[in-house]
């Protein structure tokens, strides 16, 4: 598919849009700084978020448009990422489906850019129901509306049907913000190339499960050509889901550095420095300058998971949807994928963290097609939906009664997943504070500082906390 956007691709992107801008424009709040979800209340953030502020670029071709029949509507279905095209293509050829829209039809655009979105919200044109925005941020400033009362009735989506910390991750204000669905499962997992993780000489069956030991593993499977060039990788610490503070304290802590009840931010701690420093560690013996020369060809390290792909990184932390995706994207490296627990440090070994969250179809406050958009939202949890995303994308939405019905051993690597709900220590809802994005690029910035020798990791934390503080008052959140 042209012009396809990954999960890395649009979260890079959306890191400098300020959302505030484009919805001021339309009588909205002051706007946001960039790369933060402005909600006025705990806000989980999607996958996607806020980035450099790019051209607008337009969006991708619909790829499911039929004319309408003339007594139908045209319903509007925009997606942040570029994946889920083929999905869609199945689920309209579907008799219930078919019968569900009646004379109606939908068109949905993939691939649509942060800026897109927005200046279709500034213009009073949005379409009725958006995918992997900046969820909170929409919902916090008016634009979309809830759906407690529609989903109360539906007799497809039910609560006690459902991962009941997926369920309660759809609420801000008590409210509802959009459809849970898509893809909405489980986040933290260590993926590992078995193969490669062979050829240098460790046990595929004994992966590591604390930092210490993953050190050991990246030592052993970081390869240099003769001219001093990278070859092949361990673990990038700060790559796909690593690379948040929810992670990375939860991690090394046990403990969500955002204080939701509260409203309070709690980064300047041991905790953090020590996450830092660990995590500079394996960056350091890559190389900084190698890695960053690597993470700027996107053909082999800059989308999500293509260094994987590539079979240059043979280990990276992702959710549940990496065996998938991978196996549609790359079934050459995907035959050798496993999953295991996320690492902690030795003196929390044996726990067991995870994290979740929940992607939405959200509604537009302005749409015109919303009761025919909430249907299409409310199909995507019919198991017929359900199986055509995990055939053809590889993802899960968390469906109890569903997930019963899944092969765990579909794809390779997929049954740890499958698997662990009933074995989490520690769970985490991701991604709730208002400023999830921003503190994610100040961290990025801090934690270069601190693997290339210029700050230690107590003064990054301080550091990290400090621009906390002074964005959550400029936003007007105390």
């Excluded at 350091?284 to 079979?311: E, H, V, Y």
Aim: glycine content about 8%; charged content about 20%; overall charge negative.
């Amino acid at each position: 598919m042209a012009n396809q956007l990954s999960r890395r691709d649009f979260l890079r992107m959306m890191a400098f849009t300020s959302v505030g801008a484009a919805l001021a424009a339309c009588g909205g709040t002051p706007a946001a700084p960039a790369e933060a979800p402005a909600a006025e209340a705990p806000a989980e953030a999607p996958a996607e978020a806020p980035a450099e502020a790019p051209t607008a670029a337009p969006a991708e071709a619909p790829t499911a448009a039929p004319e309408p029949a003339a007594t139908g509507k045209t319903v509007q279905w925009w997606f942040a990422w570029g994946n889920l095209g083929a999905a869609v293509d199945k689920m309209v050829e579907q008799p219930d489906f078919k019968e569900m829209m009646g004379d109606n039809v939908l068109e949905y655009k993939a691939s649509v850019n942060g800026e897109a979105i927005l200046t279709a919200l500034a213009g009073g044109t949005p379409p009725d129901g958006g995918s992997n925005f900046d969820y909170p941020n929409l919902w916090a400033r008016g634009a979309v509306i809830p759906v407690d009362d529609q989903v109360a009735v539906s007799s497809l989506i039910k609560q006690d049907d459902m991962i009941e910390a997926l369920w309660q991750s759809s609420f801000y204000d008590g409210k509802m913000i959009g459809v849970p669905g898509i893809e909405s499962f489980i986040w933290w997992g260590l993926n590992y190339n078995a193969k490669a993780v062979e050829d240098a000489g460790l046990d595929p069956d004994s992966p590591p499960l604390t930092w210490e030991d993953a050190l050991v593993w990246h030592q052993a499977l970081t390869q240099f050509d003769d001219a001093g060039n990278l070859k092949q990788f361990g673990l990038d610490p700060y790559d796909a889901m690593a690379g948040e503070a929810d992670f990375g304290i939860q991690s090394f802590g046990g403990f969500n550095w955002w204080d939701e009840s509260a409203r309070q931010i709690n980064l300047n701690t041991e905790t953090t420095a020590q996450w830092l420093e660990t995590c500079g560690e394996f960056i350091k013996l890559i190389g900084p300058d190698k890695l960053s020369g690597l993470r700027q060809d996107q053909t082999i390290g800059g989308g999500w998971g293509t260094s994987f792909n590539a079979g240059i990184q043979t280990m990276i932390m992702e959710g549940y949807w990496h065996p998938g995706e991978t196996q549609i994207q790359q079934p050459d490296i995907a035959q050798y994928n496993r999953s295991t627990w996320a690492p902690v440090p030795a003196s929390r070994a044996g726990k067991k963290i995870m994290a979740t969250g929940a992607h939405f179809v959200q509604l537009f406050k302005d749409a015109k097609n919303t009761p025919e958009m909430f249907k299409v939202a409310e199909y995507l949890h019919t198991n017929t939906a359900l199986d055509i995303l995990f055939k053809e994308v590889g993802w899960i939405t968390g469906k109890l009664s569903w997930l019963k019905t899944v092969d765990p051993n579909a794809y390779p690597g997929l049954k740890f997943y499958i698997d662990a709900p009933s074995q989490v220590d520690e769970w985490i809802v991701g991604r709730r504070c208002p400023i999830h994005w921003f503190i994610n690029t100040q961290k990025a910035e801090l934690a270069e500082q601190v693997y290339r020798g210029n700050m230690t990791g107590a003064d990054a934390a301080a550091e990290l906390q400090s621009r906390a503080e002074a964005e959550w008052a400029a936003q007007g959140l105390s």
